[in-house]
C-alpha cells in the first residue's frame, strides 16, 4: 500500500481534487436511486461507498467510479414489491421482508459476477461493435439528461387550475412556480455550466466541477435564494436526511430469509438479470474510459471486484451497484486517473454521512444538475451526425436502435439487442461473399475453386454453387481461398462429397484447415482418401509457412 501511494504521489493532488468533487455528485445520485428502488436513501449511500471503495482499489479500471446506479435499481423496485408480498404470505407473516430478499438477492448477484470475472468472461466485452458502443454512450447520455429534468420545479401550480361549468378557470398563481424557482434554478444551472465551460480556459490546476459546485452553493447560502437543495430532496423524497452511522452487518438476514426452493426461484432471475445488468455498464463504462485514456483496463479483474462489491454490499445493508458512466467521466476529466481518486470519493462520501450532512444537505440541487448538464455533452457522441449517413446502413440502424432501447427500456437489452444485430447483419453480408470458380484440367476433371467463408450463413450458396448430376466423373473442391468456420460447414462439406460418391464420381478435397481436416476424419475416417494435403502448389506452402510463423 505504501508503494501504491508512493507511485501516484506524482497526481495526488488531481486524484483527491476530482475525488472530492466525484464524491458531491455521488450523493444526490445515490438517494435518487434509492428512493427508485424503494429503499432507504441510506442504503443508496452506504452501497455507494462500499460498491465505490472496494471496486476503486480492486477494480481492473484505475479512476473509474462505481455505486448505486439507475440501472439495477429499476430492476430493485418490483424485487422489493414482490419480496414484501411473499413476506407477508409466509405462516408467520413478515412485513418490510422485501428489503431482505433485496440483500439477498444482491450477495447472489455479486457471487455470479465474481464467478465471470474466474472463467474470463470479460474479455467478451471485445465483441461489441463499436456502432453499439456509441449507440449505448448516446442512449446513456440521453437517459442522464431526462433523469436530471426530474430535478426542475413543477412548472405549473395544479392547485390554481379547475374545471367547472364546462368552463376551464385558470387563475394568476397557476405558473408561479415557473416565475418564482424555476427561473432561478435555470439560472444556476447556467451559471454552473458556464464556470465549467469558462474555467479550463484560464486554468487546469483544479477541477472546474468542484469549483463551480463551491460558487453555486456559496450564492445560494449566503444569498439566502429559495431553491432545491440535497436535504431538501431527500425531505421531499420521504427520507430524514443524511445523517447515519457506520454500515452495520446484516446478522439477522440469514434467520430471516429461508433457504428453500422458493427463495431461491424468486431471487434467482432476479439476480441474473442484476449480474448481467452491473458487467455490461461497468465493462461497456471500462472500454470507454479505455478510448478516452488510451489505456487499457482489466475486465476480468474488473468481474472479480464487481462480485466482491456486491457481496460485500448485500452483507452490510447496501441495495448494490455497478460502474456509472458519469461520475466517472467527472472523475477523468477532473483529473483523476488512478484509483486514489475513487478511494477519495468512497471515503469522502462516508464523511458526509458520518460528520457533514448538514453542510452536504446545504448544497443546491441545481449546482449538481449543471455539473451533470456538462457530462451529457462530454458524453454524446457528436460525432454521430457526421457518420451517421456515411457509414453502412446496417450500422446506422444498429446506432440508433442501441440509443432508442437504452432509453426505453434498459442498458442490458439494449446491448443485447444490438449485438445480435450485428452479428446478424455480419453473417448475412458474408453468407453473401461466397464464389465458385469453375474450370477444368485436360484430362476432364472440374475443378471448383471456393472463395469466401463456409459458415452457416453461407451453406445455402455453397450448396448451390455444384451441379452434381451433370458434373464429370472427377471433381475436385480448392478451398485455398477459403476458410470453414463452424462446424455446419463441415457437415455441408461432408454431405457434399456423399451424394457425389452416392452418383458414382470421385471427388477430391484440398487445401482445407488443419483443424477441419481433423475433424473431417474424426467424423468419418474415409476422409483420408478424399483429402488431398501432398500438393505440389506455391501459394499452399506460402500460406502454410506463414501459418506456421505466426
Avoid at 462489491?309 to 483529473?335: D, E, H, P, R
Wanted: hydrophobic letters at 50%; a neutral charge.
Amino acid at each position: 500500500m505504501v508503494d501504491f501511494f508512493r507511485k501516484k504521489a506524482a497526481n495526488s493532488k488531481d486524484d483527491i481534487l476530482s475525488g472530492l468533487t466525484v464524491a458531491l455528485a455521488l450523493v444526490p445520485e445515490a438517494v435518487a436511486f434509492a428512493f427508485v428502488a424503494g429503499v432507504d436513501p441510506l442504503v443508496g449511500l452506504y452501497a455507494a461507498f462500499m460498491v465505490g471503495l472496494i471496486t476503486s482499489v480492486f477494480g481492473g479500471r484505475p479512476g473509474m467510479i462505481s455505486g448505486a446506479t439507475g440501472a439495477m435499481a429499476v430492476v430493485l423496485v418490483s424485487l422489493v414489491k414482490e419480496g414484501n408480498d411473499l413476506g407477508m404470505s409466509m405462516a408467520n407473516p413478515v412485513q418490510d421482508m422485501g428489503l431482505n430478499y433485496l440483500f439477498a438477492t444482491i450477495i447472489l448477484a455479486g457471487v455470479l459476477q465474481f464467478l465471470a470475472g474466474v472463467f474470463k468472461f470479460g474479455k467478451f466485452v471485445r465483441l461489441i461493435p463499436h456502432p453499439v458502443m456509441m449507440g449505448f454512450v448516446n442512449g446513456l447520455a440521453i437517459v442522464i439528461f431526462m433523469s436530471q429534468l426530474g430535478m426542475f420545479p413543477q412548472v405549473i401550480n395544479w392547485d390554481a387550475i379547475s374545471f367547472s361549468d364546462y368552463t376551464l378557470h385558470i387563475n394568476r398563481e397557476a405558473f408561479w412556480v415557473a416565475d418564482k424557482v424555476l427561473y432561478t434554478m435555470v439560472g444556476l444551472v447556467i451559471l454552473t455550466m458556464s464556470i465549467m465551460y469558462l474555467l479550463p480556459k484560464i486554468t487546469s490546476k483544479i477541477p472546474a466541477a468542484l469549483v463551480a459546485i463551491l460558487t453555486v452553493s456559496a450564492i445560494v447560502i449566503f444569498g439566502n435564494l429559495d431553491v432545491s437543495t440535497v436535504g431538501s430532496f431527500i425531505r421531499d423524497g420521504g427520507g430524514t436526511g443524511l445523517k447515519g452511522g457506520l454500515p452495520a452487518f446484516q446478522s439477522q438476514l440469514f434467520a430471516m430469509v429461508p433457504f428453500n426452493w422458493t427463495t431461491v426461484t424468486f431471487i434467482l432471475p432476479y439476480a441474473v438479470i442484476l449480474a448481467a445488468i452491473g458487467l455490461i455498464e461497468s465493462l461497456m463504462t471500462l472500454n470507454l474510459l479505455d478510448e478516452i485514456t488510451n489505456s487499457r483496463g482489466n475486465g476480468n479483474r474488473e468481474c472479480m471486484a464487481q462480485g466482491a462489491a456486491n457481496i460485500v454490499t448485500g452483507f452490510f445493508g447496501g441495495m448494490g451497484g455497478c460502474a456509472m458512466i458519469g461520475q466517472s467521466l467527472i472523475n477523468v476529466k477532473s483529473g483523476g486517473r488512478g484509483r486514489l481518486s475513487g478511494i477519495i470519493a468512497a471515503s469522502t462520501l462516508l464523511v458526509f454521512i458520518l460528520f457533514a450532512s448538514p453542510y452536504i444537505e446545504m448544497v443546491p440541487i441545481a449546482a449538481l444538475v449543471g455539473v451533470m448538464f456538462m457530462v451529457v455533452i462530454g458524453t454524446f457522441a457528436w460525432s454521430t451526425f457526421n457518420v451517421l449517413f456515411k457509414i453502412p446502413k446496417a450500422d446506422a440502424f444498429v446506432l440508433v436502435l442501441v440509443s432508442g432501447l437504452t432509453v426505453i427500456f434498459d442498458l442490458a437489452i439494449a446491448v443485447l439487442v444490438g449485438v445480435i444485430v450485428s452479428a446478424l447483419a455480419f453473417s448475412w453480408e458474408n453468407a453473401r461473399r461466397i464464389r465458385a470458380r469453375r474450370s477444368f484440367r485436360e484430362d476432364g476433371t472440374k475443378i471448383y475453386e471456393i472463395w469466401g467463408p463456409l459458415f452457416f450463413g453461407s451453406i445455402t450458396t455453397f450448396n448451390n454453387k455444384f451441379d452434381v448430376e451433370n458434373d464429370p466423373e472427377s471433381v475436385e473442391i480448392d478451398f485455398i481461398e477459403s476458410r470453414v468456420a463452424d462446424h455446419s460447414g463441415i457437415e455441408a462439406i461432408s454431405n457434399l462429397v456423399q451424394k457425389y460418391e452416392n452418383a458414382g464420381k470421385t471427388i477430391k478435397l484440398k487445401h482445407l484447415s488443419d483443424d477441419c481436416i481433423t475433424l473431417l476424419q474424426r467424423a468419418d475416417d474415409h476422409f483420408r482418401t478424399v483429402i488431398l494435403r501432398d500438393i505440389d502448389d506455391p501459394r499452399y506452402y506460402v500460406v502454410t509457412d506463414k501459418a506456421k510463423i505466426g
